[in-house]
Nanobody
Framework: QVQLVESGGGSVQAGASLRLSCAAS????????MGWFRQAPGKEREFVAR???????YYTDSVKGRFTISRHNAKNTVYLQMNSLKPEDTAVYYC????????????WGQGTQVTVSS
């Protein structure tokens, strides 16, 4: 069982930066593929970024060049650095973990709110 706890959300103005953190329990963190997802009001949850156990990184098009995903395996933590934030980035951001390279996520965090005002 893996528990994920997000932090770092908040309310900022457009153009600002935030760094989200996701702390994971367990001894096998380094073997998991970690991801960030978000859900805006009235919309479905969508993929934002992923970092594999082998440190390959993937991003949805709307955040490329602005967001950076990273991980610190010794701290069991994955980060999402968000720069040049836009109002359309407003959402609840969720951390997720997946053992396999493909398929559904195995574990989810509780989410952290990010609000960007214009």
């Amino acid at each position: 069982q893996v528990q994920l706890v997000e932090s770092g959300g908040g309310s900022v103005q457009a153009g600002a930066s935030l760094r989200l953190s996701c702390a994971a329990s367990g001894r096998t963190f380094s073997s998991y593929n970690m991801g960030w997802f978000r859900q805006a009001p009235g919309k479905e949850r969508e993929f934002v970024a992923r970092i594999s156990s082998g440190l390959n990184r993937y991003y949805t098009d709307s955040v490329k060049g602005r967001f950076t995903i990273s991980r610190h395996n010794a701290k069991n933590t994955v980060y999402l650095q968000m720069n040049s934030l836009k109002p359309e980035d407003t959402a609840v951001y969720y951390c997720a973990a997946r053992r396999q390279n493909y398929g559904p996520e195995d574990y989810w965090g509780q989410g952290t709110q990010v609000t960007v005002s214009s």
